[in-house]
T-cell receptor, first 112, second 116 residues
């Protein structure tokens, strides 16, 4: 399939290690944030979300951290697996808006 | 249950032509959004429709238009194609009547448009 990861920042991680993917968002009025995973040839897939009244949210093997002071979002993946290899995007939304604004993406490569 | 479906999967057009892309939302979802994803970048918002009405429009020229049908499926039309319109066009469906809520937008696989 075609790659969506050309010219993107790349993070290479050994299988079993933890991964941290970072995102700087643009709008200080944003109050809802989502992390998406996009595999080659597929549409973005929801991973986890967080609202601005929280600074941490955990899912299965994933944790999202939000620092509104510096407009920074991170996605932590525990015990990274080969199936986690993909491009990861953060997306933001603000009150009253019907659109998601996506960041540039990070390509995660898991080394077996 | 079927997810969001899009057709065609791939399309090749020449400059100046017109294209129509189609999207069927998840059953029960009344909102459809369209995004353009250029290779190596994140998706960019084009339109959102709810109950056949346009609720939002991104920074795209008037060559881009869309509509939603009574069965909530949607079409994206692009006129006078340019080389720069080559991209993956993504459709996302949502059930919420209001602005985007928690985990709502479900994306289809996209239509890969190549303009020569």
């Amino acid at each position: 399939g075609e790659s969506v990861g050309l010219h993107l920042p790349t993070l290479s991680v050994q299988e079993g290690d933890n991964s941290i993917i970072n995102c700087a968002y643009s709008n200080s009025a944003s109050d809802y944030f989502i992390w998406y995973k996009q595999e080659s040839g597929k549409g973005p897939q929801f991973i986890i979300d967080i609202r601005s009244n929280m600074d941490k949210r955990q899912g299965q093997r994933v944790t999202v951290l939000l620092n509104k002071t510096v407009k920074h979002l991170s996605l932590q993946i525990a015990a990274t697996q080969p199936g986690d290899s993909a491009v990861y995007f953060c997306a933001e939304n603000w009150a009253g808006s019907y659109q998601l604004t996506f960041g540039k993406g990070t390509k995660l490569s898991v080394i077996p | 249950d079927a997810g969001v479906t899009q057709s065609p999967t791939h399309l090749i057009k020449t400059r100046g032509q017109h294209v129509t892309l189609r999207c069927s939302p998840i059953s029960g979802h009344k909102s459809v959004s369209w995004y353009q994803q250029v290779l190596g970048q994140g998706p960019q918002f084009i339109f959102q429709y709810y109950e056949k009405e346009e609720r939002g429009r991104g920074n795209f020229p008037d060559r881009f238009s869309a509509r939603q049908f009574p069965n909530y499926s949607s079409e994206l039309n692009v006129n006078a194609l340019l080389l720069g319109d080559s991209a993956l066009y993504l459709c996302a469906s949502s059930s919420n009547r209001g602005p985007i809520g928690i985990g709502e937008q479900f994306f289809g696989p996209g239509t890969r448009l190549t303009v020569l």
